[in-house]
T-cell receptor, first 115, second 114 residues
């Protein structure tokens, strides 16, 4: 349960605030992901990083800004969010397998509320 | 892009019964199909996965079957127990340059009544 950690676990912010979510993986993986989980919606992939390089941006609004300084850490910087951005934000990590996708391990998530 | 449909959205069974959840996918290039279990307030956890080179995989009370021709795969849980109650998500992924991109189904809320 401690392979992928996320902080903070809960965050309440106003629409004009700037905050950051942090994810850290201790599994030796080299791919990291941000997902958004809203009520009654499937998990939505936001960003993918392979070897610190962003390989996927799933049409995410620019008010979400990811940063991956190394293969173990991933950040999601938030600014001028909207109430509809309230959701559970999940981080995940995996190894890279050129022949296919490897298992993704999820963090506990950050429950974000935008007022 | 890939689209994954999952049914049913809710499933209620009696303890000891079997439960089956089905998913269909749209992209025939998808080759990796994991199933995740998410208990209330917890992270999604992988329970079983299957790759396109096999048709069935079992792990104790859990099995997954894959029909590549029809582009659907199913999760089978036998002898259900109350602790199986959770939300189950299927997903599909294409390998190669799109590796890592999982497309999830909408989820199934499974309730096992004692």
């Amino acid at each position: 349960e401690t392979g992928v950690t996320q902080t903070p676990r809960h965050l309440v912010m106003g629409m004009t605030n700037k905050k950051s979510l942090k994810c850290e993986q201790h599994l030796g993986h080299n791919a990291m992901y941000w997902y958004k989980q809203s009520a009654k919606k499937p998990l939505e992939l936001m960003f993918v990083y392979n070897f610190k390089e962003q390989t996927e941006n799933n049409s995410v609004p620019s008010r979400f800004s990811p940063e991956c300084p190394n293969s173990s850490h991933l950040f999601l910087h938030l600014h001028t969010l909207q109430p509809e951005d309230s959701a559970l934000y999940l981080c995940a990590s995996s190894s890279i397998r050129t022949s296919g996708t490897d298992t993704q391990y999820f963090g506990p998530g950050t429950r974000l509320t935008v007022l | 892009g890939e689209n994954v449909e999952q049914h049913p959205s809710t499933l209620s069974v009696q303890e000891g019964d079997s439960a089956v959840i089905k998913c269909t996918y749209s992209d025939s290039a998808s080759n990796y199909f994991p199933w995740y279990k998410q208990e209330l307030g917890k992270r999604p956890q992988l329970i079983i996965d299957i790759r396109s080179n096999v048709g069935e995989k079992k792990d104790q009370r859990i099995a997954v079957t894959l029909n590549k021709t029809a582009k659907h795969f199913s999760l089978h849980i036998t002898e259900t127990q109350p602790e199986d109650s959770a939300v189950y998500f299927c997903a599909a992924s294409i390998g190669g340059t799109s590796y890592g991109k999982l497309t999830f189904g909408q989820g199934t809320i499974l309730t096992v009544h004692p």
